[in-house]
């Protein structure tokens, strides 16, 4: 290998990195303070210097639960809508948003404190965020499913307010039952007062 080329991770590590995101992102939604590394590590089943070769700090370790969600949340709305149509695709979506919006409970302070020292664009997460509404807006107005006169900038906001008053993991049937409202008010035939 030349000098600056860069390996490709081993199976098994690529595997360890999967299953320690996965579990950062589950610890860090059920978390009511920010979980210590060594607690992951523990739920992961691996050792603290497994989890610090692949995240060396807590800032890289969020870093990666938050791109990945946001990554999940972007390609989500094109699979949702190459299987589904645009109205039910939307709301999905509005299931995966809230899961990403419940993943902040456990790393809210290391998060906002990356957000404050630009080590994570705020502005970038939410032109793609709004850029995957869109997608979906645009299919749903396409086929008819959904009004024309909503922007994506609309819906960010109402997702926003609804898992403020209804956080997933506390009120998971008061939240599904807004999401189910706001998709209603979605609807082609549901027109503005």
């Known amino acids: ?33 920010e979980p210590s590394m060594r607690a992951i590590a523990r739920e992961a089943g691996v050792g603290i210097a497994t989890l610090y070769r692949h995240f060396p700090t807590r800032e890289s370790l969020v870093d990666a639960v938050y791109r990945d969600q946001v990554v999940r949340l972007t390609t989500g709305a094109r699979e949702l809508l190459g299987r ?3 109205a039910a695709a939307m709301r999905h979506w509005m299931d995966l948003f809230g899961d990403w919006i419940a993943t902040k409970n456990g790393m809210l302070d290391t998060l906002l404190a990356m957000i404050e020292s630009g080590e994570i664009a705020h502005a970038q997460t939410r032109t793609e965020l709004l850029t995957a509404i869109t997608t979906i807006l645009d299919a749903g107005r396409a086929a008819g499913d959904l009004r024309t006169d909503v922007t994506a900038e609309d819906i960010a906001a109402s997702l926003i307010g609804i898992f403020t008053v209804a956080p997933r993991t506390e009120h998971e049937a008061k939240a599904s039952r807004l999401l189910n409202l706001l998709m209603d008010a ?6 503005p007062a």
Do not use: C, H, K, Y
Not at 7 to 23: M, Y
Not at 186 to 191: F, K
């Open 186 to 191: 979605l609807g082609p035939a549901a027109r």
């Open 1 to 33: 290998m030349t000098e600056g080329e860069t390996r490709a991770p081993r199976a098994d590590a690529a595997r360890n990195r999967d299953q320690l995101l996965a579990v950062a992102t589950r610890v860090f939604v059920s978390a009511d303070a």
């Open 84 to 86: 589904l149509p645009p």
